[in-house]
């Protein structure tokens, strides 16, 4: 009976060292952002590997050689970010973007999973009104949220290591909501664009998946008081930090239930949600529901209605203007 118990006692701890082990190095798309240098952070700390995807070049320090940047502050430049990255131990760099797939393919070529942190920060001109090539911009949301993640994924399967890919998007099954509709209004259709790109991560069964939707991000966000809801389930939109995101994106490669999931990650009033992700991660299913399908002609039909609308208020506008005008000087 002792060495049976034993025996179950050292199986349990080994499969817990292999659970742990089994990341070895991690991909990072978007480290320069928030989140992402708050992930690469981490993932350093934890002894994990971390390749990043830099749209420049960057120096590697030599040995004993002291980084410019010490250390991050919130008003650190992009150039001091990277100078601060790639001078951590573990850390090497690949110069490209999500739109040139042979960079992603040599960025995942020995990674185990690609942290997909990034979005795009294009914002909307009035001459997209007219222009009917927009959306083959480089910088447009369609390029960076939605062919950013098939190049991604192309990159993935001709990867022999990489297993899964994390992905930070947003709440988007709502696009009538006064949030997401400023979003793509100003922001060159962001959120729908986000959307179609989970679209294709949920439409494929060559690489695991974990979608994650966070709530409000900020610096000083709460960093207790979790809430998941897996299968893409609705949550009350709550304030988050980077880095209890960041821990959730990480975390969640130790858990295989997790792969092919799409959570919503917010928090709830103090006293009611868990203090750390793992107990939430142990109860994730993959996803089951069957998702919306039409979600970008949605989208664009919102803001093409939110446009009339700003149109005929702005039409009023100008007519009390005028009939004031000629009042005035009559």
Known sequence: MIVRSFLFLLSGLLIIMTKALSVQKVAVIGATGKLGRTAVQQLVDQGIQCKLLLRSSSKKLDDGETPETPSLTAKSSKEEVVSYLTSLPGVSTVQGDVGNVFALTELLSDCEACLALFGSTRRSAVSDIWNKDIENDPSHAKQINYQGVANILTAARTSSTCRRIVRITGKGEDPTSIFTVLINMLGSMAKAWNYEGERLLRGQSDVEYTIVRPGVMSEDGPTTGFALADDGGDLKVGRVSYSSIAALCIASLNYDNVARSTLTAMTVEE????????????????????????????????????????????????????????????
């Open 271 to 330: 006293g009611e949600g868990a203090s750390s992700w793992e107990p939430l991660l142990e109860k994730v299913q993959p996803d089951r529901r069957s998702f919306p399908t039409d979600m970008l002609e949605q989208h664009k039909a919102a803001v093409k209605n939110a446009l009339i609308k700003l149109g005929v208020v702005g039409g009023v506008f100008v007519a009390i203007f005028v009939q004031f005008v000629i009042r005035l000087f009559s």
